[in-house]
Every structure is written in structure tokens, then in C-alpha cells.
């Protein structure tokens, strides 16, 4: 069983910064790429950055330059470090990473359950 747990929430005013954190832990043989993503009210969820695991990475354009995503792969753990925090960027963030389990022939995806991230004006 894989499992993904996100953390590093909360609330800030506009201009500050936070950093999320999402651990994949569970009978993992390996993980490709991870990717956060965000879903606000009423809006459909869109990709905010990713990370291969050779270390490519993509962003959004609504957060490039002001978000950057890393992992540690020792620690099965992926990273999105927000800066300039603007009330747009209030929404819940998941993270996905391509993970292949023990004992299994294909990878697949798995979703994390979300953490609330709330940018005051």
C-alpha cells in the first residue's frame, strides 16, 4: 500500500511564503515524477509544478518565478516552496507522483488529500 501525505498549510497575508511538503511512504519500489496541483472554489484543478525524477522541472505560468518545486528522493518527499503569495493563489493543493509498487508490473498515479492554502489581501 502507498500513501501520501501533504503538510506545511495554512493561512498567510498576501506577500508572504510557505512551503508545502508531501511524503510518499508505503511498499514503494520507485517514483517517477511528482507533481503539485491546486483546486480553488469552483474551479477545475490545474497542475502548478512538476519534478521528473531526474530533476526537470515545470511550472504554471500563473507561478513561474515566484513558486519553486524539489525533492529529496533519500526521503520519498517532494517540496513547493511558494514566495509572493497573492489571494489568487488560495486554493487546496495536492500532490500526485507516478509511483511504481512493489510487486507490480506498471506504475500508477497516487493523490495525496490535500492541504488548505489561504493568502489574505
Known amino acids: 500500500q502507498v500513501q501520501l501525505v501533504e503538510s506545511g498549510g495554512g493561512l498567510v497575508p498576501a506577500g508572504g511564503s510557505l512551503r508545502l511538503s508531501c511524503t510518499a511512504s508505503?511498499?514503494?519500489?520507485?517514483?517517477?515524477?511528482m507533481t503539485w496541483s491546486r483546486q480553488a472554489p469552483g474551479k477545475q484543478r490545474e497542475s502548478v509544478a512538476s519534478?521528473?525524477?531526474?530533476?526537470?522541472?515545470n511550472y504554471a505560468d500563473s507561478v513561474k518565478g515566484r513558486f519553486t518545486i524539489s525533492r529529496d528522493n533519500a526521503k520519498n518527499t517532494v517540496y513547493l516552496h511558494m514566495n509572493g503569495l497573492v489571494p489568487e493563489d488560495t486554493a487546496v493543493y495536492y500532490c500526485?507522483?507516478?509511483?511504481?509498487?512493489?510487486?507490480?508490473?506498471?506504475?500508477?498515479?497516487?493523490w495525496g488529500q490535500g492541504v488548505q492554502v489561504t493568502v489574505s489581501s
Open positions: 519534478i521528473s525524477d531526474g530533476g526537470e522541472v
Open positions: 500526485n507522483a507516478d509511483i511504481l509498487a512493489v510487486r507490480s508490473s506498471t506504475s500508477r498515479d497516487y
Open positions: 508505503g511498499s514503494i519500489f520507485s517514483i517517477n515524477s
